[in-house]
């Protein structure tokens, strides 16, 4: 397929759709549109990771970056059941998520899908669930590293308010190891407030997953994000 060239800005807002029956098929499709929507009248960057089924008519259909949950490194050929990094480029994605802590990986895995998805062309945005995690990953150097405390994730209580100290450290560390290496956080992150001091601590962008999906209104909690990164 004809993939658009979407460009990938910093800071970013990144929309995980895990496996959310909100954010499935046709209505994760009507919530690209909405963030597609948001990010135009902003100036703001927004990348969604829908399912791996949905990136096809996602990304076909809107003109933002789309990237995928997961892949896997094995090489094209007999290793059914995975995921392939030219199978996601094919469907249209820039980039993937990588070790979330929903779908955790052995460091070597990390590193051979990091390696694959760099030679296709794909960003890669590998999650670390504290700022040590963090700083040994980006020895790898990924494009992004999301810092998740993973008892947060879903919780509605933002790694911001509730452990800036973890961010604040995550970028130190981060950034002494990969300089081109950009810090994102996320776990919580439910309004604009919580955006807001996610980038004065330093982080160049938020994850996040059921305060958009699951929210009453979405476009509502997307323009309140966008406003606070344009501060
Ligand atoms: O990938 C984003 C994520 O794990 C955070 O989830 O629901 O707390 O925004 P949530």
Do not use: W
Not at 47 to 55: E, G, K, T, W, Y
Not at 93 to 102: I, Q, R
Not at 109 to 138: F, Q, Y
Not at 162 to 174: G, L, N, Q, W
Request: net charge neutral; glycine share 8%.
């Amino acid at each position: 397929m004809t993939v658009k060239q979407v460009k990938v800005a910093y800071p970013l807002v990144l929309i995980n759709y895990k496996t959310y029956l909100e954010s499935l098929g046709n209505r994760g499709l009507l919530l690209a549109k909405t963030v597609e929507r948001i990010s135009k009248e902003y100036g703001v960057c927004m990348v969604v990771a829908p399912q791996f089924v949905d990136i096809p008519r996602i990304a076909s259909e809107v003109s933002i970056p789309v990237f995928s949950q997961h892949l896997d490194p094995e090489p094209a050929g007999s290793h059914t059941g995975h995921i392939s990094p030219e199978s996601i480029k094919e469907a249209g994605a820039c980039g993937t998520l990588l070790n979330h802590s929903e779908r955790r990986l052995r460091a070597d895995i990390i590193e051979d899908s990091i390696k694959r998805s760099r030679e296709l062309g794909l960003l890669t945005c590998v999650c670390a669930n504290t700022s040590l995690i963090g700083k040994a990953l980006s020895i790898l150097n990924p494009d992004m590293v999301a810092i998740e405390p993973p008892e947060l994730i879903g919780s509605g209580i933002s790694v911001s308010k509730a452990k800036p100290e973890v961010i604040r450290s995550s970028v130190e560390m981060i950034k002494s190891v990969s300089s081109t290496t950009h810090v994102l956080c996320g776990a919580g992150i439910t309004d604009g407030m919580d955006v807001l001091r996610a980038i004065e601590l330093g982080s160049e962008g938020v994850l996040v997953a059921s305060g958009v999906v699951k929210a009453k209104d979405p476009e509502k909690i997307l323009k309140d994000f966008a406003i606070a990164l344009n501060q």
